[in-house]
């Protein structure tokens, strides 16, 4: 069954070509996106990857944005109750060793839907800009929002299932 469903009318062809620039076959990667289905990015070849627990990535979302700080594109699953979020690549290491984010090492491939389409419970969280691709989340705000959010709500985010 196919879940693909646009989450808006705008396009991002370009947004897609920066993505899809991510993995050895870009062209396999837009093929895939064209006809509706999932494919493999991967992280460290144009942004880092950290993954965090969906709550804490919603928190963290909201310090950004309170403190006027630049919210970037991330990837959220609902399913497995994680985002991953872009940063400007070799920056991740910001984040390593910070409670309840992993920061996904050079090549760990992430599957991921086309931009602005919800496929296989993914989605891409894309802000408004004429150009998103451009503007990542800076790590070192994304560090202090997601140290701000552990504090504020100290709880464990991941699933105990």
């Excluded at 870009?26 to 999932?38: E, F, I, N």
């Excluded at 928190?59 to 109750?81: F, I, K, M, W």
Aim: proline residues 8%.
């Amino acid at each position: 069954m196919n879940t693909t469903r646009h989450t808006t009318g705008t396009s991002y062809p370009s947004m897609a070509h920066w993505l899809a620039a991510s993995s050895p076959q870009p062209r396999d990667v837009r093929t895939l996106w064209a006809q509706g289905q999932m494919a493999t990015l991967i992280s460290g070849r144009c942004w880092d990857t950290v993954e965090m627990p969906l709550a804490l990535s919603g928190l963290t979302s909201t310090y950004l944005t309170y403190r006027s700080q630049h919210v970037g594109p991330h990837l959220l699953s609902g399913t497995e109750a994680t985002a991953w979020w872009l940063v400007e690549a070799g920056a991740g290491q910001t984040l390593a060793g910070v409670e309840q984010v992993k920061v996904l090492p050079v090549g760990c491939p992430i599957t991921a839907p086309a931009p602005s389409t919800y496929n296989g419970d993914r989605l891409w969280i894309l802000p408004e800009s004429p150009c998103p691709w451009l503007r990542l989340t800076s790590a070192e705000a994304l560090r202090t929002a997601v140290d701000d959010a552990v504090r504020a709500r100290p709880v464990t985010y991941r699933r105990t299932s």
